[in-house]
């Protein structure tokens, strides 16, 4: 029997307008060490996306490699793999393996390649072991793929399958047993998977380009633990096809959000159970009124009667606060009305969001910056600017991913 654990999205050093977050993210990797010991997990399958950043600050990068060297000597026989997704750089999150191979650790990131230039799909596949350290299943490490890493491909989509269709066939040349279980990883935009509208962070590559229909990993893998959707969910009508969701809400689009991690136990191939383990996180998020909105008359008193005071206790614990009033016009001492009576409250004021109107008065803005534009969206959004509207051509934009890939490889 396997005990799995399958997470993913953890976005280390992501703040949320402007406030840090590592109290919230060192909560939560706590709260998961808790998980390992209580349930006696087996295996560890991190899906991607660790970081919020290719470049991650020294705080993240030390918390996250903390949290492997309390997890393993915690429980030296947990397995734990780990694969980069699309915010991670794959060089960067791979270049430690040499430090961790004595803890049990894998960790995929870089498209191995043999000195022709071809993949080498042995390099993905990953025995998983039981607590007698006998072999049970086989795990398919997929990192996250970038447009080109399979040039003869007719499109990311197809690409993506490929490389699957040939990691599973090394899987197979390998196995112990004809019905051994496989397990697979991957970090990709399922196909009618459930996302925030106004979640850009779920989103590499522009006019849907990077979709991947995930319905056949449901007939070829007993399990599939997806990362870069942040809502946890199944995909494709396939119980065993899964996204983790994040560990914490990215945006207020998210507040509903149900948080957690999967337990997947494994008894063969065809024996298999799937668990939600709930997780609370540290700091809430409020939005008011929860329904309708506040009129600018009456927003400060009901806020000064609504929200509790501040104290010394609810410093790392005080909520993030989203407020939403309808405005007619622009009202530029209703902001200062706010900061006022908010400055005495136990909450992390975020931003006032007009109900009326599409544009909305935020303390950080919500238009995109160039820090949080992807490079293949501001080229798109050039070649339209500059061709009347028109869409860039796939080909155009293959070429534009692949000469990101090379830039974000060798950063």
Known sequence: MLRIIHTADWHLGQTFYSYDRSAEHAHFLQWLLQILDEQEI???LIAGDIF??????????RMFYRFL???????????IIVIAGNHDSAARLEAPQPLVDDRNISIRGIIKRDEEGKIIPEHFVIPLYNKNKEEEALCLAVPYLHQGDYPGAKGYEEGVKQMYRDVLTCAKDQMVTPNEPIVAMGHFYATNAEIAATDASEHLMVGGLDCVDASEFGDEMTYTALGHIHKAQRVAGHETVRYAGAPLSMTFAEIHYHHGVQLITLEGKENIKIDRLKYQPLVNLLSLPEKDSFTPDDIVKILSDLLPDISDEDVQTKSYLEIKVELDSPDPSLQNKIDEVLSQKAVRFCRIKNTLQPLEVNNTSEIKTLEQITPAELAQLIYEDHNGGKKMPDELLNLMNDVIKDVEENR
């Open 52 to 61: 919020d950043t290719a470049n991650p600050s020294a705080v993240s990068q």
């Open 69 to 79: 060297q309390q997890a393993s000597a915690q429980q030296p026989n947990v397995q």
């Open 42 to 44: 087996d295996v560890l």
